[in-house]
């Protein structure tokens, strides 16, 4: 029984619910009446239900399909603007005891490499991502309970934080490991972590159990009910996302947005972030093995759809794509992306040797954080480095409220300028200095408060002098 109310995975996403969904979507692709009435709906910018935004995804019109993809370019740039936050991952280790089927990491594994880095070796890397400008990571670790326990994962980040080379600092820590107690959540929300992010991989549970045969990880429900133990535990964000590849997309697209229903029904905060990862090629794994691959079409129209049905959700893209398709999907719907990222447990401070790779998946766009970040400008999209809402106490509800009523802008956008520049004087090459301080000197004229603008520029002018780290 279909219960968004309920702790129970098998009620939340109702195997149930989800086909009945896509039966509707189905058989009103091409109604355009229902079609109109959903976008109209949409554009009071207070988002959608599954259904009506299955509805809207299995739309086949052409001329429909190109309205859905405007608006999302127009919520997009109403909730978020035009700037971007940055981030970097962080692998700790790649021990794991879980048999994904889809995943290098996998247990039965016994050729790729496997390494956990040290303190010592962490101190190192995070050394090498500040000197690139990084001040967000996620950190990602398989799951292992003796090789990464909890407390491994608790000591990396304070190690994280606790590094501070010239300038630079991690001002973030997103959290990417496997589903865990609420006790550990516990202790991962007194750590001081930005969001926790667990992807789904997918909703279907029958696909799930297939895919993951052995380890913990195949228990669904576990996995499925990870983020009301997180938020019972104390975090305040939490990030969704599902492997596209795996299942037909439509049905993760249903179930996705209805795990975000029941975040919202329960919490009363629906997800902080939704990633949109594709299926790639790694290690041991093909992807052509999995039949379920979607096109950049599809892919583009799915992060589209999710942009009109959640807008208040920040959306993140990965160097899993290439950057053709990373410009084509930033217009209509993702807030975040990664630059100069290594998949890799370690690899930031020196490259691993070809014979000895530990890398999780093939990374597609391999340009350096700088080249992304003038990439960025170029296309008139502010690259930036702020973690401001959660060291001004900004998460959970409070941050929601203030995305909802479209008013977070007014932080991120002053923000984006300042983090910015601080990434101009410390790291930046000489054609993005260029560039960027051209792009701030635009972009303060659209700062529309006439009081916020003359404390950014203040602020401005004493990042040039050296001062550092502030923000709205
Ligand atoms: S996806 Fe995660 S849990 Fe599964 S094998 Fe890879 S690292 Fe382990
Ligand atoms: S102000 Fe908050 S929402 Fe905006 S970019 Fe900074 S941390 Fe993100």
Redesign the pocket.
């Known amino acids: 029984m279909y219960n968004p109310r309920s702790l129970r995975a098998e009620e939340f996403i109702s195997d149930e619910e989800v086909r009945e969904t896509l039966e509707y979507a189905e058989k009103n692709k091409d109604n355009t009446e229902l079609i109109d009435r959903i976008l109209e709906k949409a554009k009071q910018r207070k988002g959608l239900d599954h259904r009506e935004a299955s509805v809207l995804l299995a739309c086949s019109d052409k001329k429909k399909n190109r309205e859905i993809i405007e608006l999302a370019c127009q919520i997009k740039k109403d909730f978020?603007g035009n700037?971007i936050?940055m981030f970097a991952p962080l692998y700790l280790s790649n021990y794991c005891v879980n048999g994904c089927v889809y995943c290098p990491y996998h247990l039965k594994n016994k050729h790729i490499r496997r390494k956990k880095l040290s303190m010592d070796e962490i101190r190192g890397e995070v050394t090498a991502l500040q000197d690139m400008g990084h001040k967000r990571l996620a950190i990602e670790s398989g799951e292992d309970p003796e090789m990464n326990p909890i407390e491994y994962i608790l000591e990396s980040i304070r190690t994280i934080y606790s590094v501070k080379h010239k300038n630079g600092a991690i001002r973030?820590v997103n959290v990417n490991i496997a589903a865990t107690t609420v006790e550990n959540y516990r202790k991962l929300a007194d750590a001081g972590i930005g969001t926790y992010i667990l992807f789904q991989e997918t909703y279907n549970r029958e696909s799930y159990e297939k895919l993951h045969p052995t380890g913990p990880k195949h228990n669904y429900a576990y996995h499925t009910e990870a983020m009301d133990r997180a938020m019972e535990g104390g975090i305040d964000d939490v990030g969704l996302g599902v492997l596209f590849g795996l299942e037909l997309y439509r049905y993760e697209f249903a179930a996705l947005l209805m795990h975000a229903e029941h975040l919202e029904a329960v919490h009363g905060v629906g997800p902080h972030t939704i990633s949109v990862p594709r299926i790639k090629k790694a290690d041991d794994i093909d992807p052509a093995v999995f039949d379920n691959g979607i096109s950049d079409d599809i892919f583009e129209k799915i992060v589209a759809c999710i942009r009109i049905a959640v807008p208040y959700t920040?959306m993140i893209i990965s160097t899993r794509e290439t950057a053709e398709c990373r410009e084509r999907i930033l217009r209509c719907g993702i807030?975040q992306i990664s630059g100069g990222s290594k998949t890799s447990v370690g690899g930031y401070c020196e490259p691993e040797p070809e014979d000895e790779k530990s890398e999780q998946f093939d990374v597609s766009d391999t340009r350096t954080l700088d080249e992304v970040v003038n990439w960025l400008m170029k296309m008139d999209c502010i690259p930036?480095f702020?973690?401001?809402?959660?060291?001004?106490g900004?998460t959970g509800d409070r941050?929601m409220e203030?995305?909802k009523n479209q008013q977070?802008?007014n932080?991120?956008h002053p923000?984006?300028l300042l983090?910015l520049k601080e990434y101009l004087e410390d790291y930046a090459s000489e054609d993005t200095k260029i560039t960027g301080e051209k792009l701030i000197e635009k972009e303060l004229l659209n700062i529309t408060s006439e009081k916020v603008r003359e404390t950014t520029r203040n602020r401005l002018s004493e990042i040039s002098r050296g001062g550092r780290d502030f923000?709205?």
């Open positions: 978020y700037r936050v973030r920040g807030s930036s702020c973690t401001a809402c959660y060291r001004e900004r941050f203030l995305c977070i802008q932080c991120c923000n984006a983090t923000r709205f």
